[in-house]
């Protein structure tokens, strides 16, 4: 044997375990373009979305629609948007789809062109439809894909991710008034736009996904998968779902009546103009986006029911002296409240899947379909009660909803994966 080939092979000895390192460095940074990428096609799926309640008065007037038919694009619309994500999260877990993120915006740029040109209340619903179902598959799959990109940051990944839904939800309707109201119906077809801009962009993140597929053999992802988990009986990870469910019940319903009814409340008991109330409207909805970010820091470090601890049941005492306090306090109350309860929505999504692993898909589909879906009924019910009790007696009910959150105890307190690869 050769003295070249005898010093090749402690070389060749030594550098693979570098060579293995810095592979797993690789695979373990978080990758911001991606997360980012996401964040920002999150923000115009959400402003597009936003659209379609925007319309109604327009499609009302247009079609002599009556308010049960109205009612009925909603359900159309939110049947897709919400009912459907868990089962496209279920399929996509069994099956990846690397593109599915730009056929689901293809579906959102289908539904806007149909809804700008619809003449007929069928078209209108399928148009509906249509752009729901763009967003059952964007946000099951999106998750999905900032989870494998966050490098074991899961808490932040997740957090940016949905400070792009919370900032287009909050822009949608700025743009409907200025835009779609003055302009009608047929100025929806502008946004579309938006969409191929998205379909751009997540077709360049498709190919960061499937190349990152291919770099992991399917033992290790399986691997990882349950990695860092604790054996949990099928009892308590279904008991532990139902308090997730709870506390997106009790978290959602009291944003909803913040979030609808707070312009109309500070009108009603200060006697501001519709002008002042936006200003206060749009300071919650900064401090839901603050919120939103420190929760997915914060539980990262901390871990996950600390937060979901602090974010529900410490937002409470604030809530509790809202109605009682004068106009200044009562815009300052409502800013703490939302940054402490938009805490907890990462926290609650990235506990829910580290407690199912291997399903990333199906818990992001649940989750972010049980928050359209109990933040509207939310606002639904809040409505039939200030129609009969009065807006201030909203808000005084309301935050006993928080009380929810000393269902938290009932939590298992199980190791954090936040260390293990995606």
Same mark, same amino acid.
Request: with cysteine.
């Given at each position: 044997?050769?003295?070249?080939?005898?010093?090749?092979?402690?070389?060749?000895? !030594?550098? @693979?375990? @570098?060579?293995?390192?810095? *592979?797993?460095?690789?695979?373990?940074?978080?990758?911001? *373009?991606?997360?980012?990428?996401?964040?920002?096609?999150?923000?115009?799926?959400? $402003?597009?979305?936003?659209?379609?309640?925007?319309?109604?008065?327009?499609?009302?007037?247009?079609? #002599?629609?009556? =308010?049960?038919?109205?009612?009925?694009? !909603?359900?159309?619309?939110?049947?897709?948007?919400? $009912? /459907?994500?868990? /089962?496209?999260?279920?399929?996509?877990?069994?099956?990846?789809?690397?593109?599915?993120?730009?056929?689901?915006?293809?579906?959102?740029?289908?539904? /806007?062109?149909?809804?700008?040109?619809?003449?007929?209340?069928?078209?209108?619903?399928? #148009?509906? @439809?249509?752009?729901? $179902?763009?967003?059952?598959?964007?946000?099951?799959?999106?998750?999905?894909?900032? %989870?494998?990109?966050?490098?074991?940051?899961?808490?932040?990944?997740?957090?940016?991710?949905?400070?792009?839904? +919370? $900032?287009?939800?909050?822009?949608?309707?700025?743009?409907?008034?200025?835009?779609?109201?003055?302009?009608?119906?047929?100025?929806?077809?502008?946004?579309?736009?938006? @969409?191929?801009?998205?379909?751009?962009?997540?077709?360049?993140?498709?190919?960061?996904?499937?190349?990152?597929?291919?770099?992991?053999?399917?033992?290790?992802?399986?691997?990882?998968?349950?990695?860092? !988990?604790? &054996?949990?009986?099928? %009892? %308590?990870?279904?008991?532990?779902?139902?308090?997730?469910?709870?506390?997106?019940?009790?978290? +959602?319903?009291?944003?909803?009546?913040?979030?609808?009814? =707070?312009?109309?409340?500070?009108?009603?008991?200060?006697?501001?103009?519709?002008?002042?109330?936006?200003?206060?409207?749009? &300071?919650?909805?900064?401090?839901?986006?603050?919120?939103?970010?420190?929760?997915?820091?914060?539980?990262?470090?901390?871990? %996950?029911?600390?937060?979901?601890?602090?974010?529900?049941?410490?937002?409470?005492? =604030?809530?509790?002296?809202?109605?009682?306090?004068?106009?200044?306090?009562?815009?300052?109350?409502?800013?703490?409240?939302?940054?402490?309860?938009?805490?907890?929505?990462?926290?609650?999504?990235?506990?829910?899947?580290?407690?199912?692993?291997?399903?990333?898909?199906?818990?992001?589909?649940?989750?972010?379909? =049980?928050?359209?879906?109990?933040?509207?009924?939310?606002?639904?019910?809040?409505?039939?009660?200030?129609?009969?009790?009065?807006?201030? &007696?909203?808000?005084?009910? !309301?935050?006993?909803?928080?009380?929810?959150?000393?269902?938290?105890?009932?939590?298992?307190?199980?190791?954090?994966?936040?260390?293990?690869?995606?």
């Amino acid at each position: 044997m050769s003295d070249n080939t005898m010093a090749a092979g402690p070389i060749a000895a !030594t550098a @693979a375990p @570098a060579v293995a390192q810095a *592979a797993a460095a690789s695979a373990n940074s978080t990758t911001f *373009a991606v997360i980012l990428s996401l964040s920002f096609c999150h923000l115009l799926n959400d $402003m597009m979305q936003s659209l379609v309640p925007a319309l109604y008065p327009i499609l009302k007037d247009n079609y #002599a629609l009556t =308010f049960g038919q109205i009612g009925f694009i !909603t359900l159309a619309f939110q049947c897709t948007a919400s $009912m /459907l994500q868990p /089962l496209v999260g279920m399929y996509t877990d069994k099956k990846p789809q690397p593109y599915s993120l730009m056929v689901g915006m293809g579906f959102t740029l289908v539904g /806007l062109l149909l809804m700008s040109q619809a003449s007929s209340y069928p078209v209108i619903l399928l #148009a509906a @439809a249509l752009i729901g $179902m763009g967003s059952s598959v964007f946000h099951p799959e999106a998750s999905r894909v900032a %989870r494998m990109a966050a490098g074991g940051r899961y808490g932040l990944a997740q957090s940016l991710f949905q400070v792009g839904g +919370n $900032m287009g939800s909050a822009a949608g309707p700025l743009l409907a008034a200025f835009i779609v109201v003055p302009a009608g119906q047929r100025s929806i077809v502008w946004f579309s736009a938006a @969409a191929l801009v998205a379909m751009i962009v997540l077709f360049q993140v498709g190919n960061w996904y499937k190349a990152r597929r291919a770099t992991q053999k399917p033992a290790t992802r399986k691997a990882a998968g349950g990695a860092g !988990t604790v &054996a949990l009986s099928r %009892r %308590r990870i279904t008991v532990a779902v139902l308090v997730l469910v709870a506390l997106l019940f009790s978290k +959602n319903v009291y944003s909803a009546s913040l979030g609808s009814y =707070f312009t109309f409340y500070l009108i009603q008991k200060f006697g501001v103009d519709v002008q002042t109330a936006q200003l206060y409207l749009f &300071a919650f909805l900064v401090g839901i986006v603050a919120g939103t970010i420190v929760g997915g820091l914060v539980g990262d470090k901390v871990g %996950r029911i600390p937060v979901v601890w602090f974010s529900i049941v410490g937002a409470l005492p =604030f809530a509790l002296m809202l109605p009682y306090a004068n106009l200044f306090w009562t815009g300052a109350l409502a800013v703490l409240v939302a940054m402490i309860m938009a805490s907890a929505f990462s926290a609650i999504l990235v506990y829910a899947q580290e407690l199912l692993p291997g399903r990333v898909g199906l818990v992001a589909g649940m989750f972010f379909g =049980f928050s359209f879906g109990l933040g509207g009924l939310g606002a639904a019910a809040l409505g039939v009660i200030a129609d009969h009790a009065g807006i201030e &007696a909203v808000y005084r009910m !309301t935050p006993l909803l928080l009380l929810l959150g000393l269902l938290t105890a009932f939590l298992p307190r199980q190791p954090s994966i936040s260390k293990q690869p995606a």
